[in-house]
């Protein structure tokens, strides 16, 4: 018995996309401005800049990459499921013309 497998890429296109959106969001979301870490820098006046600014600023500048990061690591998750699919749907075309010929 012959037993027939599709792929629903509309479906996995629509996966892919919300990865896609993942990717914006993670950095948006992690994001630090460049004013924010100034003023994380200078929120503990002269005596703290050097200390506790100096920490507070490096520990948004570690959010900021973590969302970088993420965003990048969701943007792979997306090309991944793109590639495969494209995998899948080249080798299928393939079979196809070869069981016409």
Do not use: C, N, P
């Not at 037993?3 to 959106?21: I, M």
């Amino acid at each position: 018995v012959a037993r027939e497998l599709s792929v629903d890429t509309d479906a996995w296109e629509d996966h892919a996309r919300w990865w896609d959106g993942e990717s914006r969001r993670a950095v948006e979301a992690m994001d630090v401005s460049e004013e924010t870490l100034a003023g994380a820098r200078g929120a503990f006046g002269k005596l703290g800049a050097s200390t506790v600014g100096a920490a507070y600023a490096e520990v948004l500048m570690a959010r900021r990459e973590a969302g970088q990061r993420l965003g990048a690591y969701a943007q792979g998750v997306a090309e991944h499921i793109r590639r495969d699919v494209q995998g899948y749907t080249d080798v299928e075309a393939e079979a196809a013309r070869t069981l016409s010929s």
